[in-house]
Structures are given as C-alpha cells and as structure tokens.
C-alpha cells in the first residue's frame, strides 16, 4: 500500500481526493451533521480536520458524526494529505537536483553563455565575470554548459547545462545558444573548441563570440570562416619576454585586467545619437569628469581595427567603441559634455 502511494501518478492523487470528499460528504449527511456541509463551510472544515490543524471552530455534534470523523475523515484525510505534502516535496527535490546535475532545459534569452569546463582557470573566469556583471547596470544572467560529469560549481549564482555534444540542436538549445548575446568557448582540447566556435556562429552569427586557444595557429583558420569571432590566444611567452625587458609589465597587464583591485580595462560604445568627439578633448575631459585614461577606439565596433593611442586631431563618431582605463566601469556618461572646451 505504501509503495503504491509513493509511486501514484498525480491524477491518481487528485482521484483519490475527490473520492474523499465526496465521501465524507455523504457520509456526513448520513449522520445528519448538517452544519458542516454546507457549501463553503464542508471545503474549509474538511480541509482543517484533513491537514490535523483543527481550529474547532466547526465540530460534529452527534454520535453518529463523531464515529465518521474519527474513523473515517480523520484517517483517510491525513493519509491523503502527507501523501500530498510528500509529492510535492519529491517533486521539489527532483527539480532542484536536475538544475544542480544541469538536466533542466533553460528559458533564457540576452545571456552570457560559457561553453567549456577547465576546473580553476572556469572557475576563475566565472568570479570574473560575476565581478563584472555586478557593475553594470543590466544584470544578464550567466549560463555554463559542459560536457564533463560535474554539479553546477556555483549554484543559486549561475545556470547550468550539462550536454552529451557541443555541436548537436537537441542539447544546445538547453542552453539558449541562438538567443545568447555572448557566447565565451574555452575547452581542454583546441579541436573541441574550433568545432564549438563553428556551430555557435551558424546558430548565432549576432553573438558576440569569443574562443581561447592554446595553440595560435588554430586563430587565423577560425577566422578565415568566422571573422567575427574574436579569438584570444595565450600571451604567456609574449608577458614573460616583455617582462624581461620592461620589469613590472607582467603586474601591470594583470592589473589592468583583473577587476578585483586598482585600474582595469573598459569599454562603452558611443551612443547613436551622440555628437562627433575630437581625441583630443575626449582625453582631457574623462580624466577631468571621471578619472578616466582614453586608450583607443575601434571604428564602427570593428574589433580588428582597432586604433590605440589615435592622433589627438582624430575624432571619434557615433557607434565607435572607446575603450579607457578606470577604477569602475562607468555607466552613465554624459556624452555632450566630453566635447566641450
């Protein structure tokens, strides 16, 4: 009896409700105990006796009435009631350990999707994106998808998928793939992450994409077929001969890339309907309104052309990416003001 009430459907919970009540009912108009069927008052008497609460403000009141209700609705109702409260707390459970096992498909849409597992370098990258997304004004939510047998590492904070392929529909439209607005691949294998970066740009190609390579070389055959992907390549070689070189160069690129202490890097695009910015009052005036260092700029948000430390005579349009140097991002920018004298 016991095995069959845990594993009975909810139609069959629901059945067997309706079978009590409309038992009790007749059970109770049997007795004669006319006050406690009437119509509002049967549906929350029955529903106080079954749940044990008992406020006993309604009671039957002959003999027959009392036998029915403690041998009968008092009984079944209870049984029927924890093996509600039973269900819906299995249930509960279930849905939460599918989300931390990342079986659940997600609804999502505008989102920041990381695809690849690399124990504490994701780790890292996750605290940093987290760091990042708590200073902006919009809080997008962050997904991570993974091939690997883990439990999501951060749960309550991030979303997380777990897939059999980086490549198949059926699995990467749990993760929102064509809706993401950024799309960050970092695997183990550079082969996974050349044919992860593929089919992310043919089911999102509005995405902004980024891929980590271990390998160089691997970069220019990505972009030979996706040139919009942005590749970063590791620069470990380059900080330690530029580090030789120049000392201290190595803390200060990890400074300006880390947003946990000091300076860091940032970048805002200039409003569509902002005015044309010379260089060189764009340099004195955010450093002057927010202690801001400009740096360069990318022309049309065209990454690859990106143009640093620009002539002081250039200026800068409309739909142009500036990047600056900062303590905070900054998120309200009076954009008239930076031209003026």
Not at 18 to 34: R, T, V
Not at 227 to 235: F, I, K, L
């Amino acid at each position: 009896m016991l095995k069959h009430f845990a594993e009975s459907r909810w139609y069959t919970i629901l059945g067997a409700t309706g079978f009590y009540a409309a038992s009790s009912y007749w059970l109770l108009y049997a007795a004669g105990e006319h006050d406690l069927i009437g119509n509002v008052d049967f549906i929350y008497w029955l529903a106080v006796t079954a749940s044990t609460v008992g406020y006993g403000d309604l009671s039957p009141s002959s003999s027959a009435g009392k036998i029915v209700v403690a041998l009968y609705v008092i009984p079944l109702g209870l049984s029927i009631f924890a093996m509600v409260i039973g269900r819906i707390a299995a249930w509960v459970t279930g849905q939460w350990k599918k989300g931390l096992m990342g079986m659940n498909s997600l609804h999502l849409d505008q989102h920041i999707l990381v695809i690849g597992w690399n124990e504490q370098r994701t780790m890292l990258l996750l605290d940093l994106l987290i760091r990042e997304r708590d200073a902006m004004p919009e809080r997008p939510d962050i997904v991570l998808c993974v091939k690997k047998d883990i439990e999501n590492p951060m749960p309550g904070v991030i979303e997380f998928v777990k897939v059999d392929s980086f490549n198949k529909d059926e699995d990467m439209d749990k993760a929102c793939v064509a809706e993401a607005r950024t799309i960050l691949i970092d695997n183990p294998q550079d082969d996974v992450t050349m044919t992860t970066a593929l089919y992310c740009a043919k089911r999102n190609p509005e995405a902004h994409q980024v891929a980590y390579f271990d390998d160089d070389s691997l970069v220019g055959l990505l972009q030979d077929h996706c040139p919009r992907v942005e590749c970063t390549p590791s620069v470990a070689v380059e900080m330690l001969a530029k580090a030789a070189f120049d000392p201290g160069s190595s803390m200060l690129h990890h400074d300006l890339l880390s947003v946990e202490d000091g300076q860091a890097q940032f970048s805002v695009k200039i409003p569509e309907n902002s005015p044309t910015i010379s260089v060189a009052k764009l340099f004195i005036n955010l450093k002057r309104k927010h202690n801001a260092i400009f740096i360069g700029y990318a022309p049309n948000a065209k990454i690859k052309e990106m143009v640093v430390n620009p002539p002081l005579e250039e200026t800068l349009n409309a739909g142009d990416t500036l990047f600056y140097i900062a303590e905070h991002r900054i998120n309200a920018i009076n954009w008239s003001s930076l031209d003026a004298d």
